[in-house]
């Protein structure tokens, strides 16, 4: 079972830049398929980047692509979301998740982080 553990959040004007991470323990972290995932006050899990077990192949919402960057440290145990010219309307709680499969859908996550606000300012 793996446990994972967001950092990195925090508040940010418009136009600004964060890195979060989600740091992996208890399992091989490099047998999983890692997803970030943001909620917004009122909606739902929607999904933002997704990278596969070796980081050879990455997918991302429309909304965030050119934007942010999914990456991993397998050596690190730790999934990274570089996130560039950040907007009001990214501003959400992100979740880092783990899959074995490839996936978008949030149902197909069966290890969830706590989370880490994200807040942008205009």
């Known amino acids: 079972q793996v446990q994972l553990v967001e950092s990195g959040g925090g508040l940010v004007q418009a136009g600004g830049s964060l890195r979060l991470s989600c740091a992996g323990s208890g399992g091989t972290f490099s047998n999983y398929a890692m997803g970030w995932f943001r909620q917004a006050p009122g909606k739902e899990h929607e999904f933002a980047a997704y990278?596969?077990?070796?980081?050879?192949?990455?997918n991302y919402v429309d909304s965030v692509k050119d934007r942010f960057t999914i990456s991993r440290d397998n050596a690190k145990n730790t999934v990274y979301l570089q996130m560039n010219s950040l907007k009001p309307e990214d501003t959400a709680v992100y979740y880092c998740a783990a899959s074995t499969i490839r996936a978008t859908s949030a149902n197909r996550y069966a290890y969830w982080g706590q989370g880490t606000q994200v807040t942008v300012s205009s």
């Open positions: 990278i596969n077990w070796s980081g050879g192949s990455t």
